[in-house]
């Protein structure tokens, strides 16, 4: 497995949820990780990025709410998510693109519901 991604739940608007994505140490070094979401009936949409030296980009809605980082040494990276809103309910998915090639997790579904 290349990369695998996990954390999802349901959590009521206003709560938080931390995703983890493992990666396949190979894949990982050297390279950024992107945050993915697909609502339904929606395009995939990158969510945050984080780049091999920790520089990191967030899509404008999520910014200030979600926090994007990498442990090296566990090949892991992470998306914290606060003060969810409903329209953040999504299936979530991270990814690498290496030498041209896009790896994708299997997905973990976050909804935000009262």
């Known amino acids: 497995v290349q990369l695998q991604a996990s954390g999802g739940g349901l959590v009521q608007p206003g709560g938080s949820l931390r995703l983890s994505c493992a990666v396949s140490?190979?894949?990982?070094?050297?390279?950024?990780v992107s945050w993915y979401r697909q609502a339904p009936g929606k395009q995939r949409e990158v969510v945050a990025t984080i780049s091999s030296t920790s520089s990191t980009d967030y899509k404008a809605s999520v910014k200030g709410r979600f926090t994007i980082s990498r442990d090296n040494a566990k090949n892991t990276v992470y998306l914290q998510m606060n003060s969810l809103k409903a329209e953040d309910t999504a299936v979530y998915y991270c990814?690498?693109?290496?030498?041209?090639?896009?790896?994708w997790g299997q997905g973990t579904q976050v909804t935000v519901s009262s």
């Open positions: 140490e190979i894949i990982f070094r050297g390279n950024s």
């Open positions: 990814n690498i693109v290496r030498s041209g090639t896009w790896y």
